[in-house]
């Protein structure tokens, strides 16, 4: 009888102590931007053994992400596309900055050392609007000598699905081409005049790696990852760049994010004489009313500690993270926009 007591008394205690676990230990869910996709996974990674709560990130492209967030079937978004004001407030979201870093043309060609290939935002234009089809054509002859360029002809590659890359990449084209400006623009999702298309950060670099005299562009980590050919860019300032996190966060250092509203900051093409051109932020995208108050807090729990704890691992990825200043702002936005049902600050 006693015995039966004391089976009992285990079994009581083992299922309370199952139930504190199953309270203690979190998933949030997120998808979008393929652009941080490497950093969120090293910061998931890092965060589940120090809290033991978990982050699935889905990698769908920024324009998923949107559609997933305002849907309401992730617990939060992810676009390198800044939304604005209006945007943001007509579907009751917030937004912030998670993570910096470069987007960089990548290229396939035979004899070129990753970094030689010298270029400039008006000739990567004029290739994506295929009026230079040729590798070894005057205009990049020019910029290059000594450089074997070969009489390949070249193969555009763009992302298939909508962008926040693309974005990034058009709205840089946009600022240093009228001629793209006008025929293509800037945008998630644009109308390519010539290439093949990849589906995230991970089928342009796919691509580019298995066609002989391609070009691209992928988030630097992708890059590096893949061992792929990036090219030098000539900056705002006329300098010939290289992609690396000092040269990320020369162009990141002049952006005003307090007078930004929503933090929507579109800082390519930065004055800087050793920016690189091709910079931007990837933000976060949550509902100011979350109807589960504790999973909306879980998820600016795991921002907060990637603020805070995420700094080495992102530079080891060449992201630049976001310095103490915004994040004060970031976290203040939280206390002031992320509400419950019943209006009482998440945060």
């Not at 860019?233 to 020369?250: R, S």
């Amino acid at each position: 009888m006693r015995l039966n007591h004391f089976v009992k008394a285990a079994i009581i205690a083992m299922g309370a102590t199952l139930a504190v676990s199953s309270v203690m230990a979190a998933e949030i869910t997120g998808a979008g931007a393929s652009f941080p996709y490497p950093i969120y996974s090293k910061w998931a990674e890092a965060y589940k053994s120090a809290t033991g709560n978990s982050l699935n990130y889905q990698s769908i492209g920024s324009g998923g992400g949107i559609k997933q967030i305002k849907a309401k079937t992730v617990d939060f978004g992810a676009s390198d596309m800044p939304l604005k004001v209006e945007e943001l407030n007509a579907d009751n979201l917030a937004q912030f900055p998670a993570i910096m870093g470069g987007v960089v043309p990548v290229v396939n060609l035979d004899g070129v050392a990753p970094g030689q290939l010298k270029l400039t935002g008006p000739i990567v234009a004029d290739i994506y609007l295929g009026k230079i089809t040729k590798w070894n054509a005057p205009e990049i002859a020019a910029l290059n000598p000594g450089v074997k360029l070969p009489a390949d002809d070249i193969t555009v590659v763009y992302r298939a699905d909508g962008s926040g890359t693309s974005f990034v990449f058009t709205s840089y084209l946009s600022k240093t081409s009228a001629a793209f400006k006008s025929g293509v623009g800037a945008g998630t999702a644009v109308k390519w005049p010539t290439g093949v298309g990849g589906k995230g950060n991970e089928g342009v670099a796919a691509n580019v790696q298995k066609i002989k005299g391609s070009i691209g562009y992928v988030e630097y980590a992708y890059a590096k990852k893949n061992k792929l050919q990036h090219t030098q860019l000539k900056n705002h300032d006329g300098n010939f760049v290289q992609p690396d996190d000092e040269t990320f966060k020369a162009a990141a250092a002049g952006a005003d994010w307090a007078k930004t509203p929503g933090f929507a900051l579109d800082f390519t093409d930065a004055a800087g004489k050793s920016s690189w051109p091709i910079t931007s932020a990837s933000f976060i995208l949550l509902h100011k009313t979350q109807a589960d108050a504790a999973k909306g807090k879980e998820v600016l729990k795991f921002f907060e500690w990637a603020y805070k704890n995420g700094g080495a691992a992102a530079t080891e990825l060449d992201y630049v993270a976001i310095p103490a200043s915004v994040v004060k702002l970031v976290e203040e936005s939280w206390k002031a926009q992320i509400k419950d049902n019943a209006g009482k600050a998440v945060w």
